[in-house]
């Protein structure tokens, strides 16, 4: 609000066009967005919106990067913005800490466990970057709408330093069968 005028927060305004780096950038942002969160009807909405999605994303971009067994390294290269704009940047203009940036400081984890889904079917990964190997335990639960346990499982986990594994492969078909809420 400091930053700009009044008007000038939306994401098709002349001021927010113009920091954007590709053509009708902001547009196909807001259409992305609307496809994940179609609620956000004022600007402050839409803007959260846009950073929910953006969250979302970086964290599926770090997860695929860390569980591929190609991948050597990764580094995220907009971590402030210089001037108020719909941008990649996890901290704004002001300092503010986005929402992109606590989902960047999770999948950077020394140590974390990602899911993978198509269909019923889950691959679970571990992720351990430390330089000492990763002995623990590794569970996941199913629960119903109502918070009720439907199954349950629970096993020990040993990963190598510096290395992501594949943990478990499983079909969850029989335990979410009539579960499901849409």
Do not use: C
Not at 28 to 39: N, V, W
Not at 96 to 110: D, H, N, Q, S
């Amino acid at each position: 609000d400091v930053m700009t005028a009044g008007g000038e927060r939306n994401p098709l305004s002349a001021t927010m066009e113009a920091h954007q780096f590709r053509d009708n950038g902001n547009a196909r942002l807001i259409y992305a967005t609307a496809k994940h969160y179609p609620y956000a009807y004022t600007e402050d909405n839409l803007l959260l919106a846009t950073e929910l999605y953006q969250s979302d994303v970086v964290k599926r971009a770090v997860t695929s990067q860390r569980t591929a067994e190609e991948a050597i390294g990764l580094l995220y290269d907009a971590f402030n913005e210089p001037a108020p704009m719909i941008s990649r940047a996890v901290i704004d203009a002001l300092g503010r800490k986005k929402p992109a940036y606590f989902a960047l400081r999770r999948a950077y984890a020394p140590i974390a466990v990602f899911a993978e889904r198509e269909g019923t079917r889950v691959m679970f990964y571990v992720s351990n970057e430390r330089r000492f190997p990763l002995q623990g335990r590794f569970s996941y639960r199913i629960q119903d709408a109502e918070n009720h346990l439907i199954h349950e499982e629970i096993f020990p986990v040993t990963a190598q330093k510096m290395s992501s594994i594949p943990v478990l492969e499983t079909d969850l078909a029989e335990w979410i069968g009539g579960h499901e809420t849409s």
